[in-house]
């Protein structure tokens, strides 16, 4: 059961975190959701464990982007994160700006410090 529900928890984390300036979530709690389905699979088979480089690699990437978002934000308007993409139509999936690429980048970043922290807890309870 786990093998299934693994790439569902991962899409809700994602559609948690897209439609963060929607609806109730973000990036935040998009990224917990998704750190809960690598702990569903860490406790239905305890062998396996992720990639600690390329957990690393994701998180860091993720968080350079977020910064990387802002710099951009400072170039454009003089602000750090001000929202430099024009705005669509209201209650659409593109009408928030870069307000959906910030959930994205914190939704990575947190389900991969989780996740991080999960491993680490469990690899340090044997």
């Known amino acids: 059961g786990s093998r299934l529900l693994f790439p569902l928890i991962l899409?809700?984390?994602a559609y948690i975190f897209v439609h963060g300036h929607l609806t109730p979530g973000g990036g935040f709690?998009?990224?917990?959701?998704?750190?809960?389905?690598?702990l569903l699979m860490y406790l239905a088979f305890p062998k396996?464990?992720?990639?600690?480089k390329?957990?690393?690699?994701?998180?860091s990437l993720s968080g350079l982007?977020?910064?990387g978002i802002g710099l951009l934000g400072l170039v454009f308007s003089g602000y750090f994160l001000t929202n430099f993409?024009?705005?669509g139509i209201p209650n659409t999936l593109f009408s928030a700006g870069i307000i959906p690429i910030?959930?994205?980048a914190i939704g990575f970043k947190v389900g991969f410090e989780l996740t991080g922290i999960i491993d680490d807890l469990l690899e340090r309870s044997r």
Do not use: D, H, M, W
Request: net charge positive; glycine share 16%.
């Open 102 to 104: 910030i959930y994205i």
């Open 11 to 13: 899409l809700f984390g």
């Open 54 to 59: 390329t957990s690393g690699l994701a998180e």
């Open 29 to 38: 709690q998009g990224g917990a959701i998704i750190a809960s389905g690598f």
């Open 85 to 87: 993409l024009p705005k």
């Open 65 to 67: 982007i977020f910064v």
């Open 48 to 52: 396996q464990r992720i990639n600690k």
